[in-house]
């Protein structure tokens, strides 16, 4: 007996690609653009950061960064409502880990850093610079790594979700992969 693919499945893979894009934007900091700034003269890198934080307000960020913790709750309810309850348990998982360690975080933390980063006046001191930029550098990176982290958790638990559901093992309830064995022998 074949498993039906239905809409939860199809919005567990949507829910992949959301958790996976904004997972992969904080990764891209962790491993080389905050390391690629950081080795530029501090004067660049503090214009360069000012330049990025003003360009991410886009609509090609939007879906990934806004949108990521609707998409996983709504997989949990769709996966719940069709009787999946343990791929709906994993999939509102990592709506929360995102959600309170990605956006939450983000909008109150790295934006206000953000923000006061805007405002600063690029030192003509070399000197001067260094110390506005380490300062900020420092305590960025330490945020986005906590961001990074909890991104990466959001995925895996989706695409643990995602396993379970593919796999047919609904428990806690639903007509899991037990479920058909015990309908087959009955039958």
């Known amino acids: 007996m074949r498993q039906r693919i239905g809409i939860p499945h199809v919005a567990a893979v949507v829910s992949i690609v959301f958790a996976g894009a904004i ?4 990764y891209a900091w962790v491993c080389s653009t905050m390391w690629g700034l950081d080795a530029a003269d501090p004067r660049v890198a503090i214009e360069a950061m000012q330049q990025m ?3 991410v307000r886009n609509g090609v960020f939007f879906p990934a960064f806004f949108l990521t913790p609707v998409v996983l709750g709504v997989t949990a309810l769709l996966s719940y409502r069709a009787g999946h309850r343990r791929p709906s348990v994993w999939f509102l998982g990592a709506a929360v880990v995102y959600l309170v360690g990605g956006l939450i975080l ?11 980063l805007a405002d600063v006046v690029i030192p003509a001191s070399l000197a001067e610079a260094e110390v506005v930029w380490r300062d900020y550098s420092d305590r960025w990176q330490v945020w986005n790594t906590i961001r990074t982290i909890a991104s990466g958790a959001a995925l895996i638990l989706a695409a643990i979700g995602l396993g379970t559901l593919f796999a047919g093992s609904g428990g806690m309830g639903g007509r899991g992969a037990s479920a058909r064995i015990a309908a087959r022998v009955q039958g």
Request: glycine share 6%; charged share 5%; net charge negative.
């Open 23 to 26: 997972f992969g934007f904080f």
């Open 106 to 116: 983000t909008a109150t933390v790295n934006v206000p850093m953000n923000n006061d």
């Open 53 to 55: 934080n003003a360009s």
